[in-house]
């Protein structure tokens, strides 16, 4: 994620409030609007998900915190006035409440974001990136972190041959297993670097394009 955004003004707006155009990432369809003080802002930058300010409820309010659809961030961008922001994002399923794709009822083109691969940013940016956030005793993903990036370069290899063992035989479901924990550990390096899972799939389309 990238923020490319100067100092912005809350102070213009009686209320603190800025308004935040949510703009698809990969589509450039615009999703919705909504409003931001400091506070969603932060939030938002260091979670990865976007949060606005919900004027009906007065409280922070996560896009996505019931239904799972989360907003991930991709970049933010200010106005020229520093009283607006532009977020790109990238969708993890339909944007508006009513179902829709966006909250202006047009269709968003679903051909630059394959769905399944939704699971993997929403399993990286709020799951495994609040395990090394908010570490536990208990999780198993926080010890990893814990033991630092030769641990988990380490575990990312061992599932590797792991899969590659499987690979050779008939059992199917074991070797779906081991393929996912390859994928597990290898988002968990992934978030260790700082890198998001987004940026190795432009890479990908890069050499496809």
């Known amino acids: 994620m990238s923020d490319t955004f100067s100092t912005i003004d809350f102070a213009k707006s009686a209320d603190g409030l800025v308004p935040a155009v949510i703009q698809d ?47 991930f961030i991709n970049e ?17 399923g339909p944007t508006c409440h009513t179902g829709a794709d966006t909250c202006f009822g047009e269709k968003n083109s679903q051909d630059a974001r394959i769905g399944e691969a939704f699971f993997l940013n929403y399993l ?31 575990k990312v290899g061992e599932e590797a041959v792991e899969v590659v063992i499987e690979a050779k035989d008939n059992d199917t479901e074991l070797f779906k297993n081991e393929v996912s924990d390859l994928l597990f550990h290898l988002l968990v390096l992934l978030e260790e670097k700082n890198i998001d899972l ?3 799939i432009d890479v990908l389309r890069s050499r496809h394009q």
């Open 198 to 200: 987004d940026e190795v």
């Open 76 to 92: 933010i961008i200010a106005d020229c006035d520093g009283d607006t922001l532009l977020i790109k994002a990238t969708p993890a």
């Open 25 to 71: 990432f990969h589509t450039d369809k615009v999703l919705m609007l909504g409003y931001m003080n400091s506070e969603a802002l932060e939030k938002t930058r260091l979670e990865g998900t976007v949060t606005f300010f919900s004027r009906s409820k007065q409280r922070l309010w996560t896009k996505g915190e019931t239904s799972g659809n989360f907003l």
């Open 124 to 154: 990286q940016k709020k799951v495994i990136r609040e395990r090394k956030l908010n570490p536990t005793e208990e999780s198993y993903t926080s010890s990893l972190f814990k033991r630092g990036i030769n641990k988990i370069a380490q």
